[in-house]
């Protein structure tokens, strides 16, 4: 049986059905496969947007920032709205109406808890950093107590939200077939680069595999789950 | 004189103010390099994000969709967020505590307006298709009554907001810097991919320079200001 998310009033897609998606599965490769998300939250009565890492384990999203932050003040214990969204192309039609993007994006609705015990916001902390880079966290100089009070960590059960996906070609009006345009796509994607080790790496420290065999979404289909 | 948009206490940054920027020309190359946004609004006093593109013109950031959006017709005349974010590398550092994301973002505040004008929304729309593809509009099957009736478009004056900077290398306590560990940036950039004709194209068509040469920002920065 295919696990899903509720059909709720906010969560249904008003518009274009066949692109929503409501099973975990799709919900849960969009979320493993970019990080960056927005987390958007409710201060006076005013939207407020904020860009952050997000990153998952089972069915719940987690993301964090220092403990001075507003948006994460504002968001514990209050609803959040999780955002992820990828560019996948430029869809360019026969009329500009037609032209639209292809795209693949996650939107969460929910209560954002904080999670305040330290021995689990330093289990959450080591599986981000090892979820993006498999085995880093083992390596580095371990978080004080005071770094761990320093940031704050907030959570969010996947339970309501769904995944919207847009691939293909254009879809244009039967008439506009005839007409001596160019249509197709330009795919964009995420590119990483030669790393850049920082000059004050000591001598024969070597780059480690997480690094030169860094991919985006990698860890976490392959080694972790 | 640098032209910049005021500080207000939703827009200074609590944190690393090194790294705001209120000055326009900081804002405005971040939206123009990034069509990619994510709009937050409030409906019934909860917080909804939504991905869209949007698209700048002087001092004012326009986005639009579906006339049946939820999310267009919340946010006509009602205060949202548009938030633009661009992340441009992993920043590795000797603790999980420092570990960063080298990025550009912008955040701005204000009430949307609808553009309701026919003349006026197709001028606009027209910008965006060719703001993205220099010429292409011209090329197009025009747009109809009604693609433009289906058509919401909301504005935004820029006039509240901020960017946010983060580049270079990992900031580690000094005392760390002695430890054998590999520290460094992954960089992370958008990649344009061959442009793939649409099957239905017609014969002898052949695929026009703001296709072959397509590159995110370009319009703007060259041939349009």
Not at 122 to 135: E, M, S, W, Y
Not at 170 to 176: S, W
């Given at each position: 049986m295919t696990d899903s998310l509720p059909i709720t009033n906010r969560s249904r897609l008003r518009r274009s059905h066949p692109r929503g998606h409501f099973d975990r599965e799709t919900i849960n490769a969009i979320l493993d496969a970019q990080p960056l998300c927005s987390v958007g939250y409710v201060m006076e009565g005013k939207p407020y947007v904020t860009p952050t890492l997000q990153w998952r384990e089972g069915n719940h999203a987690y993301w964090h920032g220092s403990s001075a932050s507003q948006a994460l003040r504002a968001g514990r214990d209050a609803e959040v709205c999780l955002s992820v969204s990828i560019l996948d192309g430029f869809v360019l039609a026969r009329s500009g109406f037609h032209h639209s993007v292809n795209s693949r994006s996650v939107t969460l609705f929910g209560t954002a808890f904080k999670v305040e015990d330290p021995v689990e916001k330093?289990?959450?902390?080591?599986?981000?950093?090892?979820?993006?880079?498999?085995?880093r966290y083992a390596d580095l100089r371990p978080d004080t107590a005071q770094d761990l009070k320093a940031t704050t960590l907030l959570g969010l059960k996947i339970e309501e939200g769904s995944?919207?996906?847009?691939?293909?070609?254009?879809?244009?009006?039967?008439?506009?077939?005839?007409?001596?345009?160019?249509?197709?796509?330009?795919?964009?994607q995420t590119e990483i680069g030669a790393p850049i080790p920082d000059p004050r790496n000591l001598d024969g420290v070597a780059m480690p595999e997480h690094v030169r065999e860094f991919k985006l979404g990698s860890a976490y289909g392959k080694k972790q789950e």
């Open positions: 330093l289990a959450k902390l080591t599986r981000f950093v090892n979820g993006l880079f498999p085995g995944a919207k996906i847009r691939s293909g070609g254009p879809n244009d009006e039967e008439a506009d077939y005839a007409l001596p345009i160019w249509a197709g796509v330009i795919p964009v």
